[in-house]
């Protein structure tokens, strides 16, 4: 029989490292056990509703009579701008930050999420309820550094099982001075924002503000106007041309249409994902990124075979420099644009843009394409789109989102343009709108020819 000191002791290393897992939105938490041998307890301050009988041990499991709460203290709160407070617990760094708060409905990817810069000026609430179980890696990364404001979560997770994983999120988000609440439920926060729309909000782990005065703050700041494509965007022009490695290429037509390559792109960082980049790489293309505000003149003396407008965060009616370069640049070149750049092109266009009530934000919006019927499954992130009764004659709505009836995609063929309203590189996430690199590879190579 083990021994008593033997068991005691494995109690010991239990509670140790429930207590290394505090920060964790929930533990495994044991009963104690009381042991009796020859009459002695062998564990103090517990009620026992056992006995000893000719010397035997008998193990009784009891709840402690007294005992401090095992789950961790809520320590951090969310205000929205409704006035609603939600009650959390913190994990990653501490302070006050102030928001737009907005669902993601993604079931993998929390990493990429946190890093894709077109989320500046949110807060992220995850509608998957377990987050941070597979840590955070050097490969996955969208961008150099986390943008969002703040991450919401029900679960975070106290374990990370990974082989590429370098840290946790906890730690992660500590090194990036981003503020993690756990604890909250998302399920009704995504609700209010699905109904109420997107709300500012402010989230604070510092117990001597008052709720009135976070609420006062969030009624005092919105996104709508804020040009945030500047903050986010490189500072000088640079080259990039690192494709998508053998082991990670999911496209077979890639060789294919890299046979007639090379093609220049000069794109526009307006906040661009490593994996947009990454495919154009992988299709053929030779590079050249350069700042949100570069005049389109000096990006036309280039000569690059394509224009490519990327993502970004905010509102793009705030950023009338980037529709001015997209208009001089219309029509001399082929363009294409991704989400924000989609948005910029629109007004380019003529047409004009809109706020949706929450944005579409997730992995598994599902889109038509209407000259062929074709329906993707496609990952999202934009509050705005472009209202297609203001696009001019010859703007051709290629793509619809089935969710909502949203603008998702358009061809101007005399302006040699197209547009996407979603991440066709979708990393994580489906690749079926992969085959837009692939179009806007044969417009660059129609127009060499």
Request: charged share 20%; with cysteine.
């Amino acid at each position: 029989m083990q021994s008593l000191q033997t068991k005691l002791q494995g109690r010991s290393a239990a509670c140790s490292v429930a207590d290394l897992h505090a920060p964790c939105s929930r533990q495994v938490v044991f009963a104690p056990v009381v042991e009796y041998a020859s009459g002695r307890r062998a564990c103090q301050g517990f009620r026992s509703a056992s006995a000893v009988s000719g010397g035997r041990v008998r193990t009784v499991v009891v709840r402690a009579s007294s005992a401090p709460s095992p789950f961790p203290k809520r320590d951090a709160r969310l205000v929205l701008e409704n006035g609603s407070v939600w009650h959390a617990t913190a994990f990653g760094a501490s302070g006050t930050e102030i928001g737009e708060v907005v669902f993601n409905t993604s079931l993998t990817g929390y990493q990429e999420i946190m890093t894709d810069p077109s989320y500046k000026g949110q807060f992220v609430a995850f509608t998957c309820p377990h987050i941070g179980n597979v840590g955070i890696n050097n490969e996955d990364m969208e961008s150099s550094k986390c943008h969002l404001g703040a991450i919401i979560v029900r679960d975070l997770s106290c374990v990370v099982s990974n082989y590429r994983s370098k840290m946790s999120l906890d730690a992660y988000c500590k090194k990036e001075n981003v503020i993690g609440l756990a604890n909250v439920d998302t399920r009704a926060l995504t609700k209010v924002l699905r109904e109420t729309g997107c709300l500012v909000g402010v989230v604070t782990t510092d117990a001597s503000k008052s709720d009135e005065e976070l609420i006062s703050m969030a009624k005092s700041w919105t996104i709508v106007g804020k040009d945030l494509l500047s903050v986010v965007s490189c500072t000088e022009p640079y080259e990039w041309g690192k494709g998508t490695t053998d082991e990670w290429e999911f496209n077979g037509r890639v060789k294919l249409a890299k046979q007639h390559g090379p093609f220049h792109v000069v794109a526009y960082d307006f906040g661009i994902k490593t994996n947009i980049l990454r495919r154009l790489a992988s299709f053929g293309c030779r590079i050249t990124v350069v700042p949100a505000t570069y005049p389109a003149s000096e990006v036309l003396k280039m000569n690059p075979d394509g224009v490519f407008f990327s993502n970004g965060p905010g509102d793009p009616s705030a950023a009338p420099y980037a529709v001015d370069n997209a208009k001089a640049i219309l029509g001399k070149k082929p363009v294409f644009g991704i989400c924000m750049g989609h948005q910029v092109l629109g007004q380019a266009f003529g047409g004009k843009t809109f706020k949706l009530k929450f944005g579409h934000h997730g992995g598994n919006h599902p889109i038509r394409y209407m000259p062929t019927g074709r329906v993707e499954i496609s990952a999202q992130n934009h509050n705005f789109a472009v209202d297609p009764t203001t696009l001019p004659a010859g703007v051709e709505v290629t793509h619809i989102n089935l969710n909502d009836g949203t603008c998702a995609g358009m061809v101007y063929k005399d302006k040699k343009a197209m547009t996407i309203q979603y991440h066709p590189e979708a990393s994580p996430g489906p690749h079926d709108a992969d085959i837009c690199f692939e179009q806007f590879v044969d417009m660059m190579r129609a127009e060499r020819v």
